[in-house]
């Protein structure tokens, strides 16, 4: 799609009334959410321009039993449920409501791409639920995403989702390694997205790396960004708005390449929210 042809779609996304009720956990919408695939999402539906509105989410309700979830209004029916941050993007997509932001990319490209998504979603996700729930339980059951639980209900809710958690750690394999070991891989995870947005700020500020160019850049070091970018961003945004993961935050803010990333994206399209630390 050419830059003038995704710019008039985004503006007639802008005008329409919304037509999306993005469901999560969150209770205040003046702040970034607890959830990393919500913000994944918003991202998206900002970038797009694709207005929606927030609404507090049922597990039970939710086409995959998490968060976070859609209702997709069309006309005067009732609406589309859909589940799943990647699922719903690709069906807004198939509904011609959103651009395909890896079409265009070369097949390396969307390798890459993809292995960032999947280094993320499949490989930090699971070192960071390992601190939040091993290292740093109390913190987590009582300033993480479930702070909106009362005070008794939270402690048995998240006594039941703690064995649930050891459960998952265990079997996908993250729960049979040491504190230290998980920190080691994520250090050299966190170590190679930063090499990453170093390269591509260097590339898209024509080599300077001083910040004089206070635009986003993209983690592939194109024009626009990919689907890698919203993943990420919502990773990143997501271990920045509670003190559930302190190691993750701190290493995070450790690479001047993430935090310049993170404050341009935060700056063009979340300056309405507040949370960052």
Request: include cysteine.
């Amino acid at each position: 799609m050419a830059e003038t042809e995704q710019q008039q779609q985004q503006q007639q996304n802008k005008e329409q009334s919304p037509f999306l009720t993005v469901y999560s956990f969150d209770r205040d919408e003046k702040k970034y959410s607890l959830t990393q695939f919500v913000t994944k999402l918003q991202f998206r539906l900002r970038y797009a321009g694709i207005p929606y509105v927030n609404g507090f989410g049922s597990r039970q309700q939710a086409p995959k039993a998490k968060m976070p979830y859609v209702r997709i209004m069309e006309g005067d029916s009732a609406g589309e449920l859909a589940g799943d941050s990647a699922l719903i993007c690709e069906r807004l997509v198939a509904m011609g409501k959103m651009e395909d932001v890896n079409k265009d990319l070369l097949p390396e490209e969307r390798a890459t791409d993809l292995c960032l998504r999947a280094m993320v979603e499949d490989r930090m996700y699971y070192l960071t639920l390992y601190e939040r729930w091993y290292d740093n339980y109390d913190s987590f059951r009582d300033q993480g995403p479930f702070v909106g639980i009362p005070g008794g209900i939270r402690h048995v809710v998240c006594s039941l989702a703690y064995q649930y958690a050891k459960l998952i750690l265990y079997f996908q394999g993250t729960g049979r390694y040491t504190s230290d070991e998980v920190e080691g891989f994520k250090a050299q995870a966190m170590g190679a997205l930063a090499d990453f947005a170093e390269a591509a700020r260097k590339k898209r500020s024509n080599g300077s790396s001083d910040g004089t160019v206070k635009k986003p850049f993209w983690i592939l070091g194109g024009e626009k960004p990919t689907e890698a970018d919203f993943t990420l961003f919502g990773y990143l945004s997501g271990m920045l708005v509670t003190p559930t993961q302190p190691a993750t935050t701190a290493l995070i803010k450790s690479h001047p390449s993430l935090v310049d990333y993170i404050a341009r994206i935060h700056r063009t399209y979340f300056s309405d929210l507040q949370g960052l630390v």
